[in-house]
């Protein structure tokens, strides 16, 4: 449990020990290990007005070795590491730096998000909370409140670097990579290519079982009624934890979280982007079923909402018409017929229609990995059953469009990517080097 806790952990981390890293102060054949019970720490750089502390550099490391980093034995690839992760350190609070002169700033909210969801995710390792703050004070944190201070620190500074990177991207110029760069790149990576598993991509068709015209209009009168029983007075909140039909955000009284616009289906979006704070929606429907929304905050270009859901119900009859369209769907794919025109028509768009990044074909759900069984890019399969936790069961049809063995891949593509990264990773070090000129740096390590 503990090493699952640790990696998860973006904040600072115990300090590495000097038996797991060794790195000089300065030039010398031999040097006593310092104790690791002394706390020891001094300045290794001046970024501008803010120093960064030896410390500093220990976090970082550790923070790597959390997700997976193994620190070098031998002490000049110790102190290599060091740099590295100084520099690195560097980089990032001069990005801060430039942040406050364009006087670019995260809002409290925007930072608090990420701190809860980054908390409650820690949180759930753990049966109780007093295995949870014990493990805190383990870790050097202290108490629950202690660290989620230390991770608004982090996701602040994490913030203002980003949006610093987005601004300065703007009048970034892009630099040439020659193919030698890309062979080299391609070699380094060309063992764990080798060694990858199979994969595949596909694109699906998923027909949901539709509701008779009298269960709708039963749903509708449902929600009808609750938006009467909230504007007389009824708290939204415990409406919502009674009565909403949607499992993702019952439980917390039809909190969504914030949202940007093009995140929901275009009904939902429209109407969450039409309200005012404070302001209650009319019951409106969506591909998921009725709605009743209260915008509870606005800020630029998000909104805070919450919603209360009410099914159609359908029965074995409906998902057996599915089956049946679904049948229709797999046959016009087979002949040819355009996937566009049977996604408009056919599709439910609650779920993905153009699921095309790679996916490893061991980690695929049971019933999609019989649907691809033997089947070659191009290929369509026949209709199969999906499980859908808001009610009856939905239909799929997938169309394979790659399929890659175990260390199978294209070469060509691979070294696409890997221009692509490259020069991305060119420009931002340019960025970062003119930066550099602009403000006053010294490494001390």
């Known amino acids: 449990m503990r090493n699952v806790f640790i990696a998860s952990l973006i904040a600072v981390l115990p300090a590495v020990s000097a038996a797991q890293l060794t790195v000089p102060t300065a030039p010398s054949r031999t040097q006593a290990p310092v104790p690791a019970s002394i706390p020891v720490d001094r300045v290794v750089a001046v970024v501008g007005d803010q120093v960064i502390l030896w410390s500093d550099v220990m976090n970082s490391i550790n923070q790597q070795r959390a997700a997976g980093l193994e620190v070098p034995k031998d002490s000049a690839a110790q102190v290599a590491l060091a740099k590295e992760s100084l520099n690195a350190l560097v980089d990032e609070e001069i990005l801060v730096q430039k942040a406050h002169q364009l006087k670019l700033d995260a809002t409290q909210d925007e930072v608090n998000r990420s701190v809860d969801d980054q908390a409650k995710k820690v949180r759930a390792q753990f049966q109780t909370d007093d295995q949870y703050k014990a493990e805190l004070v383990s870790a050097g944190f202290g108490t629950p409140e202690e660290y989620k201070r230390t991770l608004y620190d982090q996701f602040y500074r994490r913030a203002l670097q980003q949006k610093a990177y987005e601004e300065l991207r703007k009048t970034a110029v892009g630099r040439n990579v020659t193919d030698a760069e890309v062979q080299e790149a391609f070699d380094k990576n060309k063992a764990s290519l080798q060694a990858a598993p199979a994969s595949l991509t596909f694109r699906q068709i998923v027909v949901a079982p539709k509701p008779t015209e009298e269960a709708k209009k039963r749903a509708r ?63 409106f429907e969506s591909p998921f079923g009725f709605h009743i929304m209260r915008v509870d905050r606005v800020q630029a270009a998000e909104v805070k909402a919450r919603h209360i859901l009410i099914i159609s119900t359908v029965d074995s009859a409906d998902v057996a018409k599915a089956r049946l369209v679904a049948d229709t769907v ?77 260390g199978q891949y294209n070469e060509a593509e691979v070294k696409s990517r890997i221009r692509e990264q490259l020069v991305a990773e060119k420009a931002t070090r340019t960025l970062l080097d003119q930066l550099r000129k602009q403000t006053y740096v010294a490494l001390r390590l």
Do not use: C
């Not at 699921?355 to 399969?381: C, E, M, N, T």
């Not at 059953?385 to 009610?391: H, Q, S, T």
């Not at 469009?401 to 175990?406: G, H, S």
């Open 221 to 283: 009168a449902k929600a009808d009624s609750l938006l009467v029983e909230i504007k007389k007075g009824g708290d939204f909140e415990q409406i919502a934890r009674r009565e909403s039909m949607d499992p993702g955000s019952k439980a917390q009284g039809g909190d969504l979280g914030w949202n940007r616009r093009g995140v929901m289906v275009p009904e939902f979006d429209r109407m969450m982007f039409a309200l005012q704070p404070g302001q209650l929606s009319p019951v």
């Open 330 to 406: 797999s046959q016009l794919m087979k002949k040819g017929v355009s996937f566009d025109s049977l996604v408009t028509k056919y599709h439910d768009p609650a779920e993905e229609k153009g699921i095309l990044q790679p996916f490893i074909r061991d980690s695929l759900p049971a019933v999609y990995q019989s649907a691809v069984a033997g089947k070659k890019p191009g290929d369509v399969s026949g209709p199969f059953e999906l499980a859908n936790p808001r009610g009856m069961s939905k239909w799929a049809v997938i169309q394979l469009v790659t399929v890659n063995e175990a």
